[in-house]
């Protein structure tokens, strides 16, 4: 009975604590007491406290296929599919990749993905974008610099190509483990090659990452291009995704996604929203 009593106080110890790889693949679990740029003091529910040198563990995310390429980024796949069979047939795929990495000088953004919808024996989407965010961090300073790069494509939009780039200054209004908020300033270019216009912009954002537990995650980004060889149009790009994270061995989470993009001036027969949602699985690799 003692012996049972002890197993089962282990493995409840066992369930709220972090998991730490050595080097040579092994893993341990326990509460880490405490963290520095030397060691960790891990807490093991049976082999007591124990310091490991930061040298001896492995860091997190290691590179591609046993190299240094993307070592310590986050790296996500995600994959979503949806179709109805009946009255109509329907056919919606989504194909996204996410890559980011932070310290304490920089962080950087990747953002891909491929839309592809058919209805009927009929597309009826056939999109993509990339992009691109460097934020340059200063010490003990709530602002930053950015540059930021991005690609459209769009079959069912009037300019079918389109790349914008922009810079400029953030502010961190908020910052802290469980909420951030930041605003972005600056000025913006825009290229529309089927329409063949050429905008100049201002660039007004809002960015807002909620982590209101330890697997769920809200993110919010609003970003607002005024023109200004155009004064009237505009166009607001609006972001919110939901991630519920499934699984940490192996990284496996439900992502929720909603953008909408409102363009004041379009061609004519097109429309100034376009809204577009999905849910997919999210693999880190």
């Given at each position: ?14 369930a ?16 880490i007491?405490?963290?520095n ?11 007591g ?16 296929f ?52 058919v209805a009927?024996?009929?597309t009826?989407?056939n ?13 003990d ?5 950015f540059?930021?790069?991005?690609f ?24 802290n ?7 972005l300033l ?55 995704a ?34 577009k ?9």
């Amino acid at each position: 009975m003692r012996r049972l009593l002890l197993c089962f106080a282990l493995i409840a110890r066992a369930a709220g604590a972090e998991t730490i790889e050595l080097v040579n693949g092994d893993k341990l679990s326990g509460e880490i007491v405490e963290r520095n740029a030397e060691r960790v003091v891990l807490d093991h529910p049976a082999l007591g406290r124990i310091e490991i040198p930061i040298e001896k563990i492995r860091p997190p995310n290691p590179g591609l296929f046993g190299s240094s390429f993307l070592a310590g980024w986050k790296r996500t796949f995600q994959l979503g599919a949806s179709g109805a069979q009946g009255n109509s047939k329907t056919t919606d795929v989504l194909a996204a990749l996410d890559l980011s990495y932070a310290d304490e000088e920089r962080r950087w953004a990747f953002g891909a993905a491929y839309r592809f919808g058919v209805a009927d024996g009929e597309t009826t989407r056939n999109d993509a974008f990339a992009e691109l965010r460097r934020d340059w961090l200063f010490r003990d300073s709530r602002w930053f610099l950015f540059a930021n790069g991005r690609f459209d494509y769009d079959d069912f939009r009037s300019w079918t190509y389109r790349v914008s780039g922009a810079g400029g200054v953030g502010y961190e209004f908020v910052k802290n483990e469980r909420f951030d908020l930041r605003g972005l300033l600056g000025p913006s270019l825009t290229k529309e090659f089927q329409e063949d216009q050429f905008f100049v912009e201002a660039l007004v954002g809002l960015e807002a990452i909620w982590k209101i537990s330890k697997n769920h995650s809200i993110g919010l980004t609003n970003r607002f291009f005024p023109a200004l060889n155009d004064l009237g149009e505009f166009r607001n790009l609006s972001i919110l995704a939901w991630k519920w994270r499934l699984l940490d061995e192996p990284g496996l989470s439900l992502i929720a996604g909603v953008d909408n993009e409102y363009q004041s001036a379009v061609a004519s027969g097109s429309k100034h929203n376009d809204l577009k949602y999905s849910t997919s699985i999210g693999i880190d690799f």
